[in-house]
């Protein structure tokens, strides 16, 4: 570049006019990084309440073994259950409601004869059973045999399996639990 050399026939406004367009480029270009304040990102730590919540229930880390299986956490809910033994309506399932830890309602959750999904289910005394009552069953120190499928980190078995006597033929029966809806 060469030097300016002010005479009568220059400005000063001729060497500015390129000193205010890269003045103003850069302005330009900078103010692009910037922006309110709205978007800038916060510790969420700050501003939790002091209070925490209750945190939900965890399942077992392992699979729980049978005369130590843990308690199910919750009181009000609904699942289906389906019973395999040597009895009537074999492949059939039902959907229990829970309520305050005792099963209050059973109605039939697949179609069969005589009855459509959603009917309830008479004398349905022998499925009115709670996760817990199944859980308990399979805590029966006293059983001849005793199975449980009960995954990792599930808070419920998917099955227990009962032999109540090794003499006694036909009285095994297994309990599958599925689709359970806490309230």
Request: proline fraction near 8%.
């Amino acid at each position: 570049m060469r030097p300016t050399r002010h005479t009568a026939m220059t400005s000063r406004r001729a060497v500015r006019a390129p000193l205010a367009v890269i003045a103003a480029l850069a302005a330009i270009t900078l103010s692009a990084c910037g922006g309110d304040a709205g978007d800038v990102a916060t510790d969420p730590a700050a501003d939790a309440p002091s209070t925490r919540a209750t945190p939900s229930p965890s399942g077992p880390t392992e699979e729980p073994k049978p005369g130590s299986l843990p308690d199910f956490p919750y009181t009000d809910y609904s699942y289906t259950l389906q019973q395999r033994c040597f009895c009537a309506f074999v492949d059939q399932k039902y959907q229990v409601t829970v309520v305050g830890g005792e099963a209050t309602e059973v109605r039939y959750a697949t179609p069969g004869e005589g009855h459509e999904v959603g009917d309830e289910v008479p004398q349905a005394r022998y499925l009115m059973l709670s996760i817990q009552d199944i859980i308990d069953r399979g805590n029966d120190s006293k059983a001849a045999q005793i199975e449980v499928d009960w995954p990792a980190g599930q808070l419920y078995p998917t099955s227990v399996f009962i032999d109540q006597d090794k003499m006694v033929a036909d009285e095994e029966v297994t309990w599958v639990i599925s689709d359970v809806q806490t309230a």
